[in-house]
């Protein structure tokens, strides 16, 4: 494999949630009862006429713009053509040769070194219905067609993509853009982010192009990374056999870890595309894009920057803290309210997080503010509890939503800081421990420690750790 290197190009298609969708005034819903928000005009009756909804053009040129691309000022619906039980119509509305946004791209960085992936287009769509095998071991499938007119983005990018992690950095990146301009909720267990991968293999250092595949069938961008280091070991066998790579669309068998045929590539000329007659060209004015241009909010890379130069944070904590727009702004809630930015930084990175994850929430169904974390913040700073017992009330803060100061009443968690009942403590744990107060006198600093865990043991974690220091280190 080190003889080869691959050519990879992803195709995503983005669900946009708009009100309606693509062509019709049906509700844009996931998760409705099969075959309930769909019209004549989204299951392809005879006699109806599409008509474009304005959310989808808007949204497409904020992603485009987003993405660094050249917004045409004409662009056109086609038809593309091709019969499956799931698409009423037997064709599909879509853009071939003239899209609405063409030459963007995106910077991307994978052990330490950034990469510029280029983005060939990003054009218009409407998704097709949805098929269901088998279910209850029935032998038939069923069609769930609410999904059918549904708004698309379908963002294709340049051949640039050399490895599985790239891959997966762009994957990720372009997640974090289109949340950030909030035309998705790009959730890929919903359907709403789906990715098709495009790979071929050739000699190291050379620019052919071999017969590519398509990878399909891909639920998690850890699935496609899979899927790609599968299809890249298959190909630089093939090839070093003396073989040749067919070109065909193959799908990712998640449970034996490979990629399996499906049948031959399609070709652009298969989909007989043609202007749709029943749908206007499209005219964009520069006062339109630059209006959108203005309306578009601060992007993961420029708010990352301003984190490092505004609140003193490392560029791997501000990388992780404006991954997520809602993470970051719910730390900047924080940051701007307290006195320390980077010890907010390390609760939001570690304990919130790490709940967020352990509980499988999204950041904005937390039910813990970013006023309360502040709160809980000052408690520390006043003495009232300690740092170990703020991370007990953390957690009931966020499993709850109640204030800290509420929590430490009633829980009794306020922090021990009375000199003479601690110093009567530290005296029962020296007197009960001769053998480490003398290991500690004799240089060894784990002694120390282990009094003190002796102390925070006896008062259930509630002493003041500064005082039980100097109290212990007066007394021994």
Not at 6 to 28: D, Y
Not at 222 to 245: F, N, S
Request: proline content about 5%; aromatic content about 8%; hydrophobic content about 35%.
């Amino acid at each position: 494999m080190d003889n080869y290197e691959a050519v990879i190009g992803l195709e995503v298609h983005v669900e946009l949630h708009t009100k309606t969708k693509a062509f019709c005034s049906c509700p844009n819903e996931f998760g409705k009862e099969p075959n309930t928000n769909v019209c004549p005009i989204c299951l392809g009756l005879p006699g109806v006429l599409p008509v474009i909804n304005e959310a989808l053009l808007e949204y497409a040129i904020r992603a485009g713009l987003a993405l660094n691309c050249e917004i045409a000022a004409f662009s056109k619906f086609d038809r593309k053509n091709y019969y499956y039980p799931d698409l009423p119509k037997n064709y599909q509305i879509s853009q071939y040769d003239l899209p609405l946004c063409r030459n963007g791209y995106l910077d991307i960085e994978v052990n330490g070194a950034t990469r510029r992936i280029g983005i060939t287009r990003v054009h218009m769509e409407e998704d097709a219905g949805k098929l269901v095998h088998g279910e209850g071991g029935a032998d038939y499938s069923l069609v769930d067609l609410n999904r059918a007119g549904v708004p698309l983005l379908e963002i294709v990018s340049e051949p640039d993509i050399r490895t599985p992690e790239e891959a997966k950095a762009y994957l990720e990146k372009l997640k974090s853009i289109l949340s950030y301009i909030d035309v998705s909720d790009c959730k890929m267990e919903e359907g709403s982010l789906r990715c098709d991968a495009n790979i071929s293999v050739r000699p190291a250092g050379t620019d052919i192009l071999n017969p590519k595949t398509e990878i399909k069938n891909m639920n998690s961008f850890r699935a496609v990374q899979r899927a790609l280091e599968a299809e890249i070991k298959r190909q630089c066998a093939v090839w070093a056999a003396g073989g040749t790579v067919e070109s065909e669309t193959r799908a990712w068998d998640e449970n034996k870890g490979t990629t399996v045929p499906m049948r031959s590539k399609e070709e652009a000329s298969d989909y007989r595309y043609f202007p749709d007659p029943d749908l206007v060209p499209i005219v964009i004015s520069p006062d339109r894009v630059s209006r959108i241009r203005r309306e578009l909010p601060e992007l993961p890379d420029a708010r990352a920057r301003r984190f490092t130069s505004e609140y003193g944070l490392s560029a791997y904590d501000a990388g992780v803290l404006t991954a997520s727009r809602a993470l970051a702004d719910f730390y900047e809630a924080c940051a701007r309210n307290y006195r320390d930015p980077k010890l907010v930084s390390n609760w939001v990175t570690g304990e919130f997080l790490r709940l967020v994850n352990a509980r499988n929430l999204e950041i904005r169904d937390v039910k813990l503010t970013p006023a309360h974390l502040v709160e809980m913040l000052e408690l520390i700073d006043k003495g009232t509890i300690s740092g170990k017992i703020a991370k007990t009330v953390f957690e009931e803060m966020f499993d709850t939503g109640k204030r800290a100061e509420e929590i430490v009443k009633e829980k009794g968690l306020v922090q021990i800081s009375d000199e003479g009942e601690l110093s009567r403590i530290v005296e029962e744990v020296v007197t009960a421990n001769p053998g480490v107060v003398a290991d500690y006198r004799n240089g060894k600093e784990k002694a120390f420690a282990f009094l003190v865990g002796q102390v925070m043991k006896a008062t259930k974690g509630k002493a003041n750790p500064q005082l039980v220091n100097r109290l212990l280190k007066e007394r021994i």
